[in-house]
């Protein structure tokens, strides 16, 4: 294992809940609507565009490309407002641990997250010196489930995706490195994720040796 693909929400630090927070807010100002709690999953792991897409989709209603681009903007300026007293603290359990590991180990680290506010967050975290690289979402031709950032992120590091593990908390995800032909690790529910190679429960109990052992069995 040379190298490891981050996704960010929900692995690095739970940001996740600030999108729909966000998306929230947006459509009860424009359509005065609620989001129910099921639809998040549908936003997980995605570009801002399809997030935005499948909301719309969900709720039967059509803008024109114009008020769909300010849609979009207007909810990246409320999700950068709640990141504002985002902090290391806000880093999920275990994630400085197996950094560390990792850094020890001298494998590469490669951001391969679909938020374009990937280097802010990473910032705002004290992590940006951490990261070998990150992959520009706006540079890939399509977002999860393809794998196009993944294979972005795994070229960013000089490494193919064979020498590498993707971490992921969204089945967008899983599905996008199982594509790209790296290790998939999941983080998170046993039924969602059921086709990561390796899966934890929490980023709590990730593992450098197991990882580790587990891509090197695989491969």
Request: charged share 25%; net charge negative; glycine share 6%.
């Amino acid at each position: 294992m040379k190298g490891v693909l981050f996704d960010l929400d929900g692995v690095i630090a739970d940001t996740s809940v600030y999108h729909f927070q966000a998306w929230r807010k947006l459509i009860k100002d424009h359509f005065n609507r609620e989001l129910p709690d099921e639809l998040e999953v549908q936003t997980k792991g995605v570009s801002r565009a399809d997030s935005l897409t499948a909301i719309l989709n969900y709720l039967d209603i059509k803008v024109t490309d114009s008020e769909f681009n300010k849609m979009t903007e207007e909810k990246n300026d409320v999700f950068r407002e709640l990141l504002a007293s985002l902090t290391p603290a806000n880093i999920l359990p275990g994630i400085s641990e197996l950094i560390s590991e990792l850094k020890a180990h001298n494998v590469k680290l490669s951001l391969a997250s679909a938020s374009l506010n990937g280097p802010y967050i990473l910032e705002k975290l004290e992590l940006i010196n951490t990261f070998d690289a990150i992959a520009d979402p706006s540079k890939v031709a399509a977002g999860k489930p393809a794998p196009d950032i993944f294979i972005a992120a795994a070229d960013a590091i000089n490494l193919s995706p064979k020498e590498c593990v993707g971490i992921e908390d969204s089945i967008a995800g899983i599905k996008a490195i199982n594509s790209s032909g790296a290790f998939s690790v999941g983080v998170g529910n046993e039924n969602e994720l059921s086709e990561a190679y390796l899966l934890y429960s929490d980023t709590s109990k990730l593992s450098y040796e197991q990882i580790n052992a587990a891509w090197k069995k695989h491969n």
